[in-house]
């Protein structure tokens, strides 16, 4: 990066009357000048800010070069596990290399590169079979699906109806309770209609949420639907033209891969969904299309959910034909060391890869998170000259490039399961996916960031934290996406939160999300490298200020360790329900797994991740 703004020019004017030529802080005190200048003495000696210059030297110049090569098709959308992926990897070691970062990882042949093994498993569609009143139904010709392993071998399907599958205070398919615990639940896409075609949940009998036969129709459900504890979500297509739209309709999940860490096992549960035509849905039900139609119309007429009229048949088998290919993969890690502090590391990270080619469209990611790679080694290099020139930062610090992140975070969860530093030592990870575009609530204004989780483990990363962003050219910070209750559920959403689940403080920066999130169009062109340029500069200074001060951020007090550590038995005898007339409050113990993956266990199965 030797076009980028000229560190000396920077250095003496950020300096004032400090030599930065020695790389220590020095006071030029010429003796005999006391005398004639005694103003200049008497003044305090005036603590440089060594941190401007080397924020100064993230310029959108230089963060559109890095971004110009990742985000180019040549890099082939760098799909975890695949040639652009490890080209970009390549490339991000090379610079951490060129810039005089150490590379940490012991054993490896390649010191910037921490390498796992994973396996992919995909699921072949028209080798996969539904088997109903004596007849054979094959995938894609008359279902669509998602599948995991437990439909590996043949299963006799359990289908259960549940009407349009929907719980609402006008429309209840679910007035009586009933056990849907590993069943198959067969419900109708679409909403339920009045006889004259309106919508009986939609305001004035417009469409509700529940309208489209797609994913969006399917996700309105999720809240009610996934807490059925069922196997498998069947969904009925409401006529042939619907079921041939459900490619398109179903796009962001069809076709997905499964990927799992060498050395565990498949993926037990997870969610199962059938797309069927209403063929395959009314044999299912041990009925025809006609009396399909027959229960939409009953309920048009009742205004109101009316009880099943199917029996479901309970001969109906599944098989999922499973291809599984193992793969390497592989996270990019650049090291700086600190001083005097040097066994504290503060995490600036981010994702390089993203979802790689597609109908032989390359996805190139250039926001999503060529962006937050390209902020990283722009801060390592910014970082890096500092300390050549003497102004190192007392903590270390770690620049974490992650691969599988659109996959399900699974750099960050490699790395935080077998970290290189301790998590006990880590301060902080700054986590940035997504920071050059100015998204629809900011239009025409893009000095603004987005900050996720800064308050969530440590209060005063997060004192911190804006207290950094009014010393220094101060961005508008939108805290929309911290609200707990925020539907985007951005906190679960990228790599930082592989170590909050570690009590490691976090700070999540995005620009937010835009039309050509995960979609081909997501392109350099569209990047706001001014925008972008700011946001980092205020990352930069946070890192620094987190990397200086004397004391680390500490967690919450509720957060830190009790050094109680009760033995597994014990807890067996703690579970147990806790509840006091007086006190309108229950509290249930049970002693269960933690709940696999990265999701809050209450949420939704449906969401995509970023
Ligand atoms: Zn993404």
Known sequence: ???????????????????????????????????????????????????????????????????????????????????????????????????????????????????????????????????????????????????????????????????????????????????????????????????????????????????????????????????????????????????????????????????????????????????????????????????????????????????????????????????????????????LEGSDKKDEVIVLSAHYDHLGIKDGVVFNGADDDGSGTVSVLAMARAFSQAKKEGHGPRRSLLFLANTGEEEGLLGSQYYTDHPIFPLEKTVADLNIDMVGRVDSLHQGKGDYLYLVGADRLSTELNTLSEATNQQYNPVALDYKYNDPADPEQIYYRSDHYNFAKHNVPIIFYTSGLHPQYHKATDDVELIDFPAMARRDQLIFHTAWALAERDARVALKPELLPTGFTPVPADLDRYAGTYASAQIPLKIVVTHEAPPSRFRPPASPPFRSMP
């Open 1 to 335: 990066m030797s076009k980028q703004f000229p560190l000396a020019v920077a250095l003496l004017l950020a300096a004032g009357t400090v030599s930065a030529q020695s790389g220590k802080i020095k006071v030029k005190a010429k003796p005999g000048r006391a005398t004639t200048q005694p103003v200049a003495l008497a003044a305090p000696v005036a603590e440089t800010d060594w941190s401007l210059p080397y924020a100064a030297t993230i310029t959108p110049v230089g963060l559109k070069a890095d971004l110009d090569v990742l985000a180019s098709d040549a890099y082939e959308g760098r799909e975890t596990g695949k040639k652009g992926q490890k080209m970009a990897a390549d490339y991000i070691a090379k610079a951490f290399a060129a810039d005089g970062l150490a590379g940490p990882v012991a054993g490896s042949d390649n010191p910037y590169i921490q390498h796992f093994g994973m396996r992919r498993t995909s699921l072949d569609l028209p080798a996969s079979i539904v088997k109903a009143g004596g007849q054979t139904f094959q995938g894609k010709r008359d279902f669509y699906a998602v599948l995991t392993n437990e439909f590996a071998a043949p299963i006799t399907l359990q289908p259960v109806f549940v009407g349009y599958g929907i719980k609402e205070d006008k429309y209840s398919d679910f007035a009586t309770p009933a056990d849907y615990t590993g069943k198959d639940i067969v419900l109708l896409a679409g909403e339920p209609l009045n006889a004259q075609g309106k919508s009986l949940i939609g305001a004035e009998g417009k469409p509700s949420a529940y309208a489209p036969a797609t994913l969006a129709g399917l996700r309105a459900r999720g809240r009610t639907i996934y807490r059925l504890g069922a196997r498998s979500f069947i969904v009925v297509m409401p006529t042939a033209a619907a079921f041939a739209a459900a490619p398109k309709g179903y796009s962001m999940v069809l076709g997905r891969e499964d990927l799992v860490f060498d050395g565990d096992k498949e993926k037990k549960g997870g969610v199962n969904i059938f797309v069927v035509s209403p063929e395959v849905g009314a044999r299912l039900l041990g009925a025809t299309p006609a009396g399909l139609d027959k229960y939409r119309q009953s309920v048009a007429k009742a205004g109101k959910a009316v009880a099943s009229p199917f029996k479901p048949v309970d001969t109906a088998t599944a098989q999922a034909k499973l291809n599984t290919e193992p793969f390497g993969t592989e996270n990019v890690l650049g090291y």
